[in-house]
């Protein structure tokens, strides 16, 4: 249990509305947030609500779903990095869906650093022979660019073969899912932009 001195101390940073803004701002719930997180929505809920802080891990793990560092909970918004850039040794390696034994993809965010961006991106790496990624939407617009394999999209039913150099540029509200094709590993870039 924090003192009241600490507890008053992490309040003045207001991390849970914080939160609760980023998460209402890309129109997610709090149980869409959890399977990005890898967190209960009970448990998200209560960070929100100002009930519970989230320990640094806990707090990273919602800022990467975000696109944001660390210090936008902590930094006001003019002291804010405006230029990154990522090292590939730096970059974090993530699974499409936290917890699950076979991942539909890893992605590593190609921009993590810089807070309020206008897009997103990532490198994504598809395993030959894995499962189809859970179909899912997101407000904005979505670019892949398929550096190595080949790479299936499914729009909402209709199946969208890419190869090597090919580029697909597609509202992402439309219900979406991404499958390598072929005996080998694909890689792609990946642009997200919020509308």
Not at 64 to 79: K, N, P, Q, Y
């Amino acid at each position: 249990m924090l003192s009241d001195t600490l507890a008053s101390g992490l309040e003045h940073y207001r991390i849970g509305p914080k939160i609760r803004t980023l998460r209402q701002k890309k129109k997610l719930g709090l149980v869409q947030l959890g399977e990005h997180t890898g967190l209960s929505a009970a448990l998200l809920s209560k960070i929100e609500r100002g009930q519970l802080f989230p320990t640094l891990p806990t707090l990273l793990r919602i800022a990467m779903v975000f696109g944001v560092g660390l210090e936008h909970f902590f930094v006001e918004s003019a002291e804010r990095p405006s230029m990154a850039v990522i090292r590939k040794e730096d970059r974090l390696r993530l699974p499409d869906r936290p917890g699950q034994e076979t991942p539909s993809y890893f992605f590593e965010s190609l921009d993590f650093p810089v807070t309020d961006r206008k897009m997103e991106a990532f490198y994504a790496e598809f395993p030959a022979q894995s499962k189809p990624s859970e179909p899912h939407r997101h407000a904005g617009a979505e670019l892949i660019y398929v550096v190595k394999g080949q790479l299936g999209v499914n729009l909402e039913g209709e199946e969208v073969a890419l190869g090597e150099g090919d580029a697909m540029y597609f509202d992402s509200g439309v219900l979406h899912s991404y499958r390598c094709e072929g005996r080998s590993a694909c890689t792609a870039i990946v642009v997200t932009a919020p509308v």
